[in-house]
């Protein structure tokens, strides 16, 4: 009150005036939230999705009041850019992991009011060519295409153990199934989705059998209902969404090969809302379509680009708790988040 | 119900349906595809809708010299190719041919580039090239040929034009050391990839930074032996640089001189250089007046090295008849010294007949001056070798390099260079023979030099205002010591006619006097033709070098009597205890007090129509009679006629006993008048002086 009464009013008004347009200038300077809304639809009250945050990159994080200020003033100096992300989970400890595949790296971010703030980058030197990534309850599954197989590691990130298979050839898709406590590897020259617990032992295969429309051609991606434990795989040459139960027989399957909505060209992504809604990202189309339970086309969006809610051949899709989507955007070189509005 | 043919209808438009749906895809030009097709170019699906299709408009399409090309996107290739399937995308990571590459620089010919003109997978690979292990696939997937670097030339075309880039589909040895994952043409030949792997992690194999060592001594590991020479700039002028290229500090040795690409002549230099100099322009190039290896500036006064073909084989050299002489003839600039092919010198040393990048010493054998100069070979065995005590001596009081060859012979300067004097040879020799070393002094009373002469073999000299004048190798060649007639290797060798270095043998008979004064070849087979074993006619009298006299060169006479040295040599012999005891001189003596003009001061003749001679020598004006003012020992008769010699010590008469020409021009009847001929018959008839 001292410090105050000592200026003069134009003084404290011009203080005033400086640091709106301070605040202002954070939002310009900052690289961080999308301040642009983007809704799916657009010329709806209620959209489906909307954009929430665009990772391109490691953003300084500020530690003190000064460095926040002058990170107000300088912008936010991007560290690093990602280098071809093409998988990402959040794990138990609410880390957000991103593998980036060109670099060999896993980038880790954590939430800070809100927004993904990168924390660390790390590289590991058992893994050349991670792609693919899961979390499990205590354990980080990370896939190398260099040498075949995928490593177990633990929250520290250090090396516990090796999945692999006389037929595995290239294990690709990774995804935890929560319900039966089982990682799930989608193989695609093998054609096979092999099923192994979490701590490393072998437990089965999807893929093969007598059942023909059971049969893989090149699974590309899988994700798990985690309420009753329905495995639905993405099947990439068969251009088609076939689900199996728990216990790994064939249920159903929808989609076909064509290039209108609701059919798949080179479908790379899949994931399940708490609703029920499947999400399917198409490296072709450039977009995401929704379908129900049983294949139904609910909703599409997004387009071949490089604008924010655009997508250069969009990769794997994640889904959190909190229904927030995430979308690897490899050759753009940044990962989308949606916030999906489940209904 | 409906009837069996309607069924039949039915059942066959179906068929017919649902063959267009199989086998009815269609490509853009609206020709039927296979479900093969289809399973990648989704747009030929025919189920098309174009409203409807979620497939994003290409605005720009793939393009072949600027001109759109129906050749798909990198998009088409990443559908699969994103990991998913068994492919090699993980060594695309590197900075080497990669995704938006610009073509600035090269000349792309048939290969496609994206929209914006940049290179793209679909470049050099297409999906349609047959399989790589069928025959004739192109590996991998490659629409060109790469065994042949032909895909490479298609743009790099300039980048493998001869004389200017290293070489490519030449044969490289099996000793290569290159890492085993490298790329080799056919039959083991060098092509482009096998120094730049295309989607390695390295641009280059084997090259870190600025130093391509490793890359370059792979094959050319004989040539690391630069490293740390003189030739290695990068230590030797590190602080100074080539003109295309940093400070060769920031270099490695090879790129100090040598750039694989775009560099000026035959050997890539990295420097300007006038190839149609020749191959010693890149010597020359450096060691010239101004060029950075000024310290060492060729000279054109040494060994010849312009438009000199060689006639004969020297695989010591790696000469074949037939080729230039050149520098790199007798230097190999990669490699310091012969015997130690990882010598190193500290820098800026001075070399020696060891070193010097020599491809062979200059030892005490001349390894390398003999490989081309056989025929030299004979002074290894002779005095002037250079492991006799007279060299070793000369070296130790001198800086003279210790080569056989070279502590006479400068090979890149002449070694007599800064000498003023006319005469280079007596300047060269007499460095030794100067009485002040080991070698047998030449400084008192020798032969004449810098004379002219007349030489019936056209024997050497030295030139000077159009002329050949006499020097020491007129009649010495310092390789060739002669016969040697002594068993042992003797150290320093007495010589005499038979040897000594002579350019002709002067024994028997004294051919090498006689090449010049054939006019004394009448002394041969006279009575003072006295021959010996070991010396000529001539040499018995005259000693070309170290001589009593310096007139007439005549060979020491010991205690001869006589008043004058004419006398003393002629007493030496001519007395009674001598050879020539049978012909003593009894009276003999003109009054010395009276000195007589010549005949050159009286204007009657020639100085040896009446020769007279002082105490110093022959006068030209006024002198004495002596001996030889009557006699010409060389000559028994002064008539040809009469010159035919008979038995051995046949008496005289007034027409021979060596007397010469008489002349109507005398001295004596212009002094003595009527009273000569008495005077004659006194001195000269023993039998008339008595009756006088």
Known sequence: MIVIRSFKPSQISLFLVIAVIMTGLVGCASTRQTTETINFPADIPQPFLSLEQVIEGAQDTPEGLFSRFLGMIVGQESKFSLNQPTDMVIDQMGRLLIVESEAGFISIFVKEEGEWLNSERISLAEIKYPTSIAAGADKIFINDLNNGSVHILDYDFNLVGTMDHADMQRPGGLSYDSHSNRLLIADPPANVVFVFSTEGEYIGQLGRGSHTQGVLQSPIATTVDPENGNIYVLDGMARKVKQYDASFQFVSSFGEYDQVPGSFAFPKGIALAVDGTLFVGDAAFGNIQMFDPTGALLFYFGETGTDKGQFLMPRSLFIDQEQHLFVADPYNNRVQIFRYYAQ | ?692
């Not at chain 2, 009837?3 to 749906?21: D, E, N, Q, R, Y």
């Not at chain 2, 040896?608 to 000559?635: Q, R, Y």
Request: glycine letters at 8%; proline letters at 6%.
């Open chain 2, 1 to 692: 119900m409906i009837g069996p043919f309607k069924k039949l209808i039915i059942g066959f438009a179906v068929l017919c349906l649902c063959s267009t749906f199989i086998l009815g895809q269609h490509n853009p030009d609206g020709r039927k595809v296979s479900l093969d097709c289809v399973t990648c170019h989704v747009s030929w699906h025919d189920n098309i809708d174009p409203e409807k299709s979620l497939l994003p408009n290409i605005e720009a399409p793939i393009q072949i010299q600027g001109m759109p090309a129906r050749i798909p996107t990198a998009a088409m290739c990443y559908t699969c190719h994103d990991g998913t399937v068994k492919d090699s995308r993980q060594t695309f990571a590197s900075s080497n041919h990669q995704m938006d590459m610009d073509v600035k620089h090269v000349d792309i010919k048939s290969l496609p580039l994206d929209k914006n003109g940049k290179i793209y997978c679909g470049t050099c690979h297409t999906p349609h090239s047959l399989k790589p292990t069928r025959v004739g696939g192109l590996a991998p997937f490659l629409r060109m040929e790469k065994m042949s670097s032909a895909i490479c030339l298609d743009c790099h075309s300039n980048q493998a034009s001869a004389h200017k880039n290293h070489p490519i589909k030449v044969k490289v040895s099996a000793d290569n050391s290159m890492p085993e994952s490298t790329f080799w043409g056919k039959d083991g030949s060098m092509e482009c990839m096998t120094c730049h792997p295309i989607h390695g992690t390295e641009s280059v194999v084997g090259v870190t930074g600025n130093d391509r060592s490793e890359l370059c001594s792979s094959c050319h590991a004989a040539y690391f032996n630069i490293k740390l020479t003189d030739h290695d700039l990068t230590s030797s002028l590190m602080n100074k640089s080539s003109n295309i290229g940093p400070d060769f500090s920031g270099n490695d040795p090879c790129a100090a001189c040598h750039v694989s690409h775009n560099g000026q002549g035959e050997h890539m230099w990295s420097m300007d250089v006038d190839a149609k100099a020749g191959e010693n322009a890149y010597c020359v190039g450096c060691h010239s007046d101004t060029g950075l290896g000024q310290e060492k500036n060729f000279s054109h006064t040494g060994h010849p090295v312009s438009n000199f073909k060689l006639r004969k084989n020297i695989p010591a050299l790696g000469i074949k008849a037939g080729d230039k002489l050149l520098c790199k003839s007798c230097h190999d600039p990669h490699q310091w010294e012969f015997s130690n092919k990882h010598a190193v010198n500290t820098g800026n040393e001075e070399g020696t007949e060891y070193t010097s990048f020599l491809r062979l010493p200059d030892d005490a054998q001349g390894q390398l001056c003999i490989s081309c100069h056989s025929g030299q070979s004979s002074v290894f065995d002779s005095d002037h070798s250079v492991a006799r005590e007279g060299f070793q001596q000369y070296f130790r009081e001198s800086n003279a390099l210790h080569g056989q060859c070279t502590v006479c012979h400068g090979a890149h300067t002449d070694a007599l260079e800064g000498s003023t004097e006319d005469d280079p040879f007596t300047v060269l020799c007499m460095r030794c023979h100067d009485g002040q070393h080991f070698a047998t002094s030449v400084v008192h009373n020798n032969h004449p030099i810098g004379v002219p002469f007349t030489s019936k073999s056209n024997l050497h000299g030295y030139k000077k205002d159009n002329q050949t004048l006499l020097s020491c190798n007129t009649c010495h060649d310092p390789h060739k010591w002669g016969q040697t007639v002594e068993n042992s290797p003797t150290v320093d060798l007495n010589g005499d006619d038979r040897n000594s270095f002579l350019t002709i043998s002067n024994w028997p008979e004294p051919k090498l006097c006689l090449d010049c004064h054939p006019e004394q070849e009448t002394l041969l087979n006279s009575d003072h033709d006295l021959t010996e074993a070991d010396r000529s006619a001539c040499s018995f009298c005259h000693a070309p070098h170290n001589a009593e006299t310096e007139y007439g060169i005549f060979a020491k006479w010991g205690e001869a009597p006589g008043a004058s040295f004419n006398e003393k040599h002629c007493f030496s012999c001519h007395n009674e205890q001598g050879s020539a005891s049978e012909k003593l001189v009894e009276g003999y003596s003109h009054p010395r007090e009276f000195g007589i003009l010549a005949p050159p001061a009286r204007g009657t003749g020639d100085w040896l129509d009446f020769p007279l001679f002082t105490e110093a020598g022959p006068s030209k004006t006024v002198g004495h009679i002596d001996c030889f003012t009557c006699h010409n020992p060389h000559s028994w008769s002064y008539k040809l006629k009469y010159q035919e010699l008979g038995p051995e010590n046949e008496e005289g008469n007034d027409l021979t006993s060596f007397l010469r020409n008489p002349s109507q021009l005398t001295l004596c009847t212009d002094c003595h008048g009527e009273s000569t001929l008495w005077k004659y018959n006194y001195y000269h008839d023993p039998v008339k002086r008595k009756r006088y």
